[in-house]
């Protein structure tokens, strides 16, 4: 089973701290990516990596930003904390399949960030 | 403006009866799309997908059927059981060359089954 491991399922973190989020793929999947969850507004793209080194900003990533140095690592970083960045974040991780086509993604259990 | 759209932030169903979750999208170039189920304090976990070249999927009690032609997609369950409460997300991509396929979800449909 393809197993996605975010580091901690509670932070909770004070205004203007530095802030990592951790994720951690177990299938040698080429794309990984991190989305935020908020209520009524679904999962919306923070940023998202093709391959180690590379990245991409998806559809919202003011304040954050990511490292990918190993094909299995991906973490999020949030430079100085702020309390609407409150919010379920998740890790997923997906392979490129048959003619360029991703497979499905597959999530991690998601870290419940609170910023004081 | 949300290209991946779910109209209906709740849907309750009697068990054994058909639960019907619906999306809309506004990309045409979308061509893949993806139903994940959500249970609280957990991650989505995907449940079926569908590609633009057909219009019916079918897994087990899950049917997903896509009409192009009003960019509608829909999730049939049936029967609904109690589990099968949890929260819907439908997700789409469109085909790039080069970097990853994203994912764009839908705000997601919280689907009770009552028994």
Same mark, same amino acid.
């Given at each position: 089973d393809v197993k996605v491991t975010q580091s901690s399922r509670y932070l909770v973190k004070r205004t203007g701290e530095k802030v990592f989020l951790e994720c951690v793929q177990?299938?040698?999947?080429?794309n990984m990516f991190w989305y935020r969850q908020d209520p009524g507004l679904g999962l919306r793209l923070i940023y998202f990596s093709y391959d180690v080194k590379m990245k991409e900003k998806g559809d919202i990533p003011e304040g954050y930003s990511v490292s990918r140095e190993k094909k299995e690592r991906f973490s999020l970083i949030l430079e100085s904390a702020s309390t609407n960045q409150t919010s379920m974040y998740l890790c997923a991780s997906s392979s490129t399949g048959w003619w360029g086509m991703n497979t499905e993604a597959f999530f991690g259990q998601g870290t419940r960030l609170t910023v004081v | 403006d949300q290209q991946v759209k779910q109209n209906s932030p709740s849907l309750s169903v009697q068990e054994g009866r058909i639960s019907i979750l619906n999306c809309d999208y506004?990309?045409?170039?979308? +061509?893949y799309f993806l139903w994940y189920k959500k249970y609280p304090a957990e991650g989505p976990t995907f449940l079926i997908s569908i590609s633009s070249i057909k219009d019916k999927n079918e897994d087990g009690r899950f049917t997903v059927f896509l009409n192009k032609s009003a960019k509608h997609l829909s999730l049939h369950i049936v #029967?609904?059981? #109690?589990? +099968?409460?949890a929260v819907y997300f439908c997700a789409a991509s469109e085909g790039s060359s080069g970097s990853a396929r994203q994912l764009t979800f839908g705000s997601g449909t919280q689907l009770t089954v009552l028994p």
């Amino acid at each position: 089973d393809v197993k996605v491991t975010q580091s901690s399922r509670y932070l909770v973190k004070r205004t203007g701290e530095k802030v990592f989020l951790e994720c951690v793929q177990d299938m040698d999947h080429e794309n990984m990516f991190w989305y935020r969850q908020d209520p009524g507004l679904g999962l919306r793209l923070i940023y998202f990596s093709y391959d180690v080194k590379m990245k991409e900003k998806g559809d919202i990533p003011e304040g954050y930003s990511v490292s990918r140095e190993k094909k299995e690592r991906f973490s999020l970083i949030l430079e100085s904390a702020s309390t609407n960045q409150t919010s379920m974040y998740l890790c997923a991780s997906s392979s490129t399949g048959w003619w360029g086509m991703n497979t499905e993604a597959f999530f991690g259990q998601g870290t419940r960030l609170t910023v004081v | 403006d949300q290209q991946v759209k779910q109209n209906s932030p709740s849907l309750s169903v009697q068990e054994g009866r058909i639960s019907i979750l619906n999306c809309d999208y506004t990309n045409s170039m979308f +061509d893949y799309f993806l139903w994940y189920k959500k249970y609280p304090a957990e991650g989505p976990t995907f449940l079926i997908s569908i590609s633009s070249i057909k219009d019916k999927n079918e897994d087990g009690r899950f049917t997903v059927f896509l009409n192009k032609s009003a960019k509608h997609l829909s999730l049939h369950i049936v #029967p609904s059981q #109690p589990g +099968d409460s949890a929260v819907y997300f439908c997700a789409a991509s469109e085909g790039s060359s080069g970097s990853a396929r994203q994912l764009t979800f839908g705000s997601g449909t919280q689907l009770t089954v009552l028994p």
